[in-house]
């Protein structure tokens, strides 16, 4: 059977009917390859993407647990961060987000910050369920720090720091400032481990019973064999 003879018109009109497909598959790819971002909780960030995500909130999911950089975090049954554990510690820099001033200023006016459970310096995350609205100079910057910076010592030291907790209290089921913060951890150095256990209020202090917890802080850490914290480190 003779070929099919077609117009120069019919063959042109062909081709550009092919050409439109093309174009036309080629903008469904691009749009179905197309990563989607969409924004996660206030205060956020993606610096550390293994890090579970959680809105910056003032109650998170009750009774659920969160996992991110060295740490375990849980939430009471009302969504309050509850706990935070570190098998092992590190010096690392963790995130830093706007979700530290949020939680902070949840407490009112005055002298508060978001603090963190796990340290940033210890890898832990500025996220809600790392952080709770803690005096600024005396308990954040001041006990917890420093009782952080005894650990920064026995690693310094050549030594490790594991089971590391917080644990919170709260004063009623509602508040999300808690009253009471207990930290416990173990130093191993030159072989001796010695578990040590502090427990701080979160409240203003007078100054001499800064001093007198600072002094059993400190007495702690060098009766575990950790070096002496430098008051440059503060």
């Known amino acids: ?25 080629s903008a469904v790819l691009t749009t179905t390859t197309h990563e989607h971002h969409t924004g996660g909780g206030t205060g956020n960030s993606t ?14 999911q009750p009774g659920h647990t ?7 975090f ?6 309050r961060p509850q706990e935070a554990v570190a098998k092992t510690l590190t010096q690392a820099k963790g995130e830093r987000t706007g979700c530290e001033s949020t939680v902070g200023n949840w ?30 100079r005396q308990i954040n910057q001041g006990l917890m720090k420093r009782v952080e910076d005894g650990a920064r010592a026995c690693l310094d030291g050549r030594g490790a720091v594991t089971g590391y907790r917080v644990r919170l209290h709260y004063p009623d089921a509602r508040n999300i400032v808690p009253d009471g913060i207990a930290m416990s951890l173990t130093p191993s150095v030159s ?14 202090l007078p100054a001499s019973e800064v001093k007198a917890k600072e002094a059993e802080i400190d007495k702690e850490f060098e009766a575990a064999g950790c070096r002496k914290v430098s008051s440059a480190r503060r």
């Open 1 to 25: 059977m003779p070929g099919a003879r077609f117009s120069p018109a019919l063959k042109r009109s062909a081709a550009a009917g092919a050409l439109l497909a093309a174009a036309a598959a």
């Open 47 to 60: 610096a550390d993407s293994t890090a579970d995500s959680a809105p910056c909130e003032r109650y998170l």
């Open 66 to 72: 969160y996992r991110a950089g060295p740490g375990t």
């Open 74 to 79: 849980t939430t009471d049954g009302q969504g």
């Open 107 to 136: 407490a009112g006016s005055g002298d508060w910050n978001g603090g963190h459970l796990i340290a940033a310096s210890f890898g832990g995350v500025s996220r809600r369920y790392n952080l709770v609205p803690m005096r600024g």
């Open 191 to 204: 072989g001796r481990s010695r578990q040590l256990g502090f427990t701080l209020p979160n409240k203003t």
